[in-house]
């Protein structure tokens, strides 16, 4: 079921805001803390949290929870589990011919502060980069070709995380991404993700709980 924009609970200036795209995700986080859903992509993503943001207060952070499509193809794949996201791309937008015309990316990749780097497999990415990237797109990727076009610049792929990021670095509040792997992003990934992603909800409540402790 399509999930609708819904603010669950006012926003709190001393709490985080938690930002979710599906009611499927939030399920079963068990979070006591206000609670953003976005609804799927990142028109959803930019008019929702925008709208939150907007008629304040501001939260004393954004934490963007959710679920994201591994790019990692080694045989034993190192990519699993609970990832703090250190670089945000957005994987389809014309960078390369915007920068042509208007002599500046707009969209560049946003980079995040990550207290303990490589959480849910090691300290940096498959490309070479520093922790772990993120590239979002307005696509549910469930193909090999785009799986390997993409892991070229980034380790997971989903479709809100570019847009919360941005969207809360423009009213200046701190922003963390946050994302367990669901499937693949292969040709398997929409039945895996639909059949594990209550499991998903559980075991990111569990870790959302111990990070909020740590607050």
């Keep these: 079921m399509i999930t609708v924009p819904e603010l669950l609970e006012p926003v709190d200036p001393e709490a985080p805001l938690l930002v979710v795209a599906t009611r499927e995700e939030a399920e079963h986080l068990g979070a006591d803390v206000p609670v ?58 014309s960078h390369s011919a915007v920068r042509k015309l208007a002599g500046a990316d707009a969209y560049p990749p946003i980079d995040l502060e990550v207290p303990g780097e490589g959480e849910g497999g090691g300290t940096s990415s498959s490309n070479g980069a520093a922790g772990t990237v993120l590239a979002t797109g307005d696509l549910f990727v469930e193909d090999s070709a785009t799986r390997a076009r993409l892991a070229e610049t980034a380790d997971l792929v989903d479709m809100e995380g570019y847009a919360i990021a941005w969207v809360a670095r423009r009213y200046g509040v701190p922003v963390e991404l946050i994302k367990l792997v669901s499937d693949p992003a292969d040709e398997s990934a929409g039945k895996l993700w639909a059949a594990g992603v209550a499991e998903c909800s559980r075991v990111l409540g569990e870790h959302l709980g111990q990070r909020l402790r740590e607050r």
């Design 36 to 93: 953003l859903l976005t609804g799927i992509g990142r028109i959803n993503a930019t008019a929702a949290l925008t709208e939150a943001l907007a008629r304040g207060p501001l939260p004393a952070t954004v934490l963007n929870v959710g679920t994201a499509g591994s790019l990692d193809d080694g045989p034993a794949s190192s990519l699993h589990g609970v990832h703090r996201i250190s670089r945000v791309l957005l994987h389809d937008f």
